[in-house]
């Protein structure tokens, strides 16, 4: 029987940190030790900061959303995580999983690496020394676009809607299962390939979405109010354009978690709801506030709905 994973801690203080990344409890038996080895390609003076990596990740089956990006490579993720004993953990679930896994631990070495590799999704620690998480989301995004998972210990709605507004595309609160963990980053990356494919298919077939006032190109990804352009995150355009192929319909937060958030159905959606639909009521906030809150109409006990509004 194979033993339960007990949750990842949240933050220590740095005191109370031990030198080197632990393992995760009952390591697969074909696991390899993790190596450590320098992000290469940085351009700073000082010696490249050291990260956890596996030189050969085990060819373990990939879950959906995990496919090679070409030439049989696994997809590459960057964990941004100052705690080691976190991020060993963390880098070793994920690679096992399948993905090649770079780690850094403070927030300038996260810029560094985000503008010499590109990453197909990155992990990132809200309270990092130095440079901290959410302005290390912002330079990130403002540079080339990656989806982000913040992780964060921080679970006031406030704090979520923060989180969401510098451009993460999801956030996970500290402690938190390893399952969890894999599957938000599955999804993640799932939503990205749908987003592609569906801005692909609307260059040929889907029109423009007019709301009152607001307008939709799903083919460019972009959207304005009265004319003006207005930025979203991939997740929140995709949740826009979920209630916007539905004006003035009610739609459920466990539709929403399927379509958007890549559910594997609105029955397992349901189940799960909770933190999940706090997600959900998060991104719809920070969705109000960049689109007008009025637009977005709140169906008590169902969902939302978007509504025709000048």
């Known amino acids: 029987m194979t033993a339960a994973i007990a949750p990842l801690p949240a933050d220590r203080s740095a005191a109370a940190r031990p030198a080197a990344a632990r393992p995760l409890a009952d390591p697969p038996s074909a696991a390899r030790p993790l190596d450590v080895r320098p992000v290469t390609g940085l351009s700073r003076t000082d010696p490249p900061r050291a990260v956890l990596s596996r030189t050969d990740p085990p060819r373990a089956v990939r879950p959906r959303g995990t496919a090679p990006t070409g030439a049989g490579r696994p997809v590459r993720l960057l964990v941004v995580e100052d705690d080691r004993v976190i991020a060993g953990a963390v880098v070793q679930r994920l690679s096992s999983t399948g993905y090649q896994v770079d780690a850094v631990h403070d927030g300038t070495a996260a810029i560094e690496a985000a503008a010499a590799h590109r990453y197909g999704a990155v992990i990132l620690d809200r309270m990092l020394p130095g440079t901290d998480g959410l302005e290390v989301c912002r330079r990130i995004q403002e540079r080339d676009p990656v989806p982000v998972l913040m992780l964060t210990a921080l679970d006031s709605e406030a704090d979520r809607i923060t989180g969401l507004g510098a451009g993460a595309d999801d956030y996970l609160t500290k402690p938190f299962s390893p399952?969890?963990?894999?599957?938000?980053?599955?999804?993640?990356?799932?939503?990205?390939?749908?987003?592609?494919?569906?801005?692909?298919?609307?260059?040929?077939?889907?029109?423009?979405?007019?709301?009152?006032?607001?307008?939709?190109?799903?083919?460019?990804?972009?959207?304005?109010?009265?004319g003006a352009d207005v930025h979203l995150t991939r997740t929140?355009?995709?949740?826009?354009?979920?209630?916007?192929?539905?004006?003035?319909?009610?739609?459920?937060?466990?539709?929403?978690?399927?379509?958007?958030?890549?559910?594997?159905?609105?029955?397992?959606?349901?189940?799960?709801?909770?933190?999940?639909?706090?997600?959900?009521?998060?991104?719809?906030?920070?969705?109000?506030?960049k689109v007008g809150g009025h637009r977005i109409r709140t169906v008590h006990g169902v969902g939302y709905a978007l509504e025709a509004l000048p």
């Open 179 to 226: 399952r969890e963990l894999v599957a938000r980053v599955a999804a993640l990356l799932r939503r990205v390939d749908r987003a592609t494919a569906l801005a692909e298919a609307a260059l040929a077939d889907e029109a423009e979405i007019v709301a009152g006032a607001l307008r939709i190109d799903p083919a460019r990804r972009r959207v304005s109010v009265d």
């Open 236 to 289: 929140e355009f995709d949740l826009l354009h979920a209630l916007a192929r539905r004006v003035g319909r009610a739609v459920g937060r466990a539709q929403l978690l399927t379509e958007v958030w890549d559910w594997a159905d609105a029955t397992t959606a349901r189940a799960s709801l909770g933190t999940a639909a706090r997600a959900v009521d998060s991104h719809v906030k920070a969705l109000r506030r």
